[in-house]
């Protein structure tokens, strides 16, 4: 795409590679070739990623979409069409097929009509005409089109330093120790995916996983955190053998995109057996949101996966969609009380009430609990007095690393916080 001074040359790689965005988004043939004679800004957007984005926009933007390149698409073959009667008209004698009107008349009328359409898509854009008026408002199209751009540009490209990123193994998982409330030993970590950016440095997830979640990348980044989580509970679980004490759980998060594959459980079994790891000592973590979206089809995937072994926790539990009735029918393990409730349950009467009534409802219903964002120790004596099973915080510990984490099991007790 080329605008202006924004030069643009959209592309995809590899066999069947693809020049426009028009191609892009019906995967019809391109319509044009171009070849650079300058330095040269490359932005490359796969084609699955441009129908990962038409799949999700409103279906009367898709409609709009496709009409708009159907009618130029038909434009262009009805000009080619003429063109190619006037060069058979001059290369092939009587015999070539004759259009009914002197195709000079034709290409000047077809050409009106390419014109006429163009003309009225820029007025649109350029906002002289109402067709994006709202209540008389206009709205400054040139400014919305370069911020999309800028916006698209920004996202694709980040995109593709997480391909990269994956490719160069750039990632790391961090682990966040869980502590067993009430004997105050450690009873198992989270693991946490950190991003070692070559110019911008360490990254943490809420910079990059919904990129991951818009590209699709999040089931390849997804498969590999799993992965490295059980091969690492696995060297954990060596180590707490040898000096005697219990093994530890390791719990990992799973997003929505991997909750939605129809093999989940099937994918991760193959992991488990890669690994050796004992399918009780994982734990998943999911938030409340992907349980209601397809209940039924959630119960099944919960079910495969309590069939394996593994357990289930909902993670951020309370400010989700909390509907009770889930948690009758749905096979999980675990509620891990959200943070925003643990962090102000000491200023706020109401926080504390909630928290209560969490830690017993999961005791009437047998399920464990997990307080997250503890960082007082006013707030580990309430949760303690509570009855709460196990707390997570920087009052814990922050997330380390594997080495860390391996010290920790060995002195088998809390690391004190830090400042990062």
């Known amino acids: 795409m080329l605008n202006g001074t924004h ?15 028009m191609a892009l988004i019906d995967a019809q043939t391109r319509s044009t070739t171009a070849t650079a004679i300058g330095t040269t800004e490359l932005l490359i957007i796969p ?8 799949f999700t926009a409103d279906p009367t933007l898709r409609l709009f979409l496709q009409v708009i390149l159907d009618r130029y698409r038909d434009m262009r073959s009805r000009i080619m069409n003429v063109l190619d009667s006037v060069t058979n008209q001059e290369n092939e004698s009587d015999s070539a097929i004759h259009p009914s009107q002197p195709p000079e008349q034709l290409i000047t009328t077809l050409m009106d009509e390419y014109n006429e359409m163009q003309s009225r898509v820029l007025e649109a854009l350029n906002g002289n ?21 800028d916006s698209t540009a920004s996202e694709v490209s980040m995109g593709n330093s997480l391909q990269v990123a994956l490719e160069e193994k750039q990632f790391e998982l961090l682990f966040q ?3 067993d409330l009430q004997s105050g030993r450690i009873a198992g970590c989270e693991a946490l995916i950190r991003w070692h950016h070559p110019e911008l440095g360490m990254l943490s997830p809420n910079k990059f996983i919904g990129i991951l979640e818009e590209t699709g990348l999040i089931l390849s980044v997804g498969a590999w955190a799993l ?6 509970a696995q060297r954990f679980n060596e180590l707490s053998a040898s000096i005697g004490i219990p093994a530890l759980y390791m719990s990992i998060n799973l997003s929505g995109k991997q909750f939605e594959t129809a093999n989940l459980a099937a994918d991760i079994g193959i992991i488990i057996d890669r690994t050796g790891i004992n399918p009780k000592q994982i734990k998943l973590e999911i938030t409340e949101s992907l349980l209601m979206l397809e209940p039924a089809r959630a119960i099944s995937s919960l079910q495969e996966l309590q069939e394996l072994g593994i357990s289930v926790a909902i993670d951020d539990f309370g400010v989700g969609y909390s509907s009770f009735s889930y948690l009758q029918h749905f096979p999980i393990d675990t509620l891990k009380i959200d943070r925003s409730f643990v962090s102000t349950m000491l200023k706020n009467s109401k926080a504390m009430a909630i928290v209560h009534s969490l830690v017993l409802l999961a005791k009437n219903l047998k399920l464990k609990i997990i307080a997250e964002g503890v960082e007082h120790p006013t707030e580990l004596a309430k949760l ?11 009052m814990i510990s922050e997330p380390i690393t594997e080495n860390q984490f391996m010290e920790l099991i060995q002195s088998n007790t809390h690391i004190p916080h830090t400042d990062t």
């Open 7 to 21: 030069s643009i040359v959209v592309a995809t790689l590899g066999e069947g590679e693809l020049l426009g965005e």
């Open 129 to 149: 005409t109402d067709a994006f008026g709202i209540a008389g408002e206009r709205h400054n199209i040139d400014g919305m089109y370069k911020e999309d751009a």
């Open 227 to 232: 992965e490295n989580a059980c091969n690492t």
């Open 47 to 54: 084609r699955s990623y441009v129908i990962q984005k038409m």
């Open 384 to 394: 303690k007095e509570y009855g709460c099973d196990y707390v997570q915080g920087f």
């Open 177 to 179: 120790p869980i502590m």
